[in-house]
Nanobody
Framework: QVQLVESGGGLVQAGGSLRLSCAAS????????MGWFRQAPGKEREFVAR????????YYADSVKGRFTISRANAKNTVYLQMNSLKPEDTAVYYC???????????????WGQGTQVTVSS
């Protein structure tokens, strides 16, 4: 059974940094594209970043480009999201998810974690 467990969220002041982790179990982690999404209160879930199975290709939402970095450690079955220069509008629950596709749409992710809360104070 596949499980994705996020950690690393918390409360941080604007301009600060956090690193989220997503530990995967079940399945062969290195075969999947991994993505990060977020959902703020009253808003729809939105894409944040994704990374292909080898780590060779990454893609970011415009809103986080230059501030967030996605990476992965296949030997540890873990994907990371380094978030710098955080803004209050980054406040959301952050989810990781996996997809068997190289360039998945949101509907192409088959397993999701439970999420971790990130709150950025002004």
């Amino acid at each position: 059974q596949v499980q994705l467990v996020e950690s690393g969220g918390g409360l941080v002041q604007a301009g600060g940094s956090l690193r989220l982790s997503c530990a995967a179990s079940g399945g062969t982690f290195s075969r999947y594209t991994m993505g990060w999404f977020r959902q703020a209160p009253g808003k729809e879930r939105e894409f944040v970043a994704r990374i292909t199975w080898s780590g060779g290709t990454t893609y970011y939402a415009d809103s986080v480009k230059g501030r967030f970095t996605i990476s992965r450690a296949n030997a540890k079955n873990t994907v990371y999201l380094q978030m710098n220069s955080l803004k209050p509008e980054d406040t959301a629950v952050y989810y990781c998810a996996r997809s068997p596709l190289f360039a998945p749409r949101a509907m192409d992710y088959d397993y999701w974690g439970q999420g971790t809360q990130v709150t950025v104070s002004s």
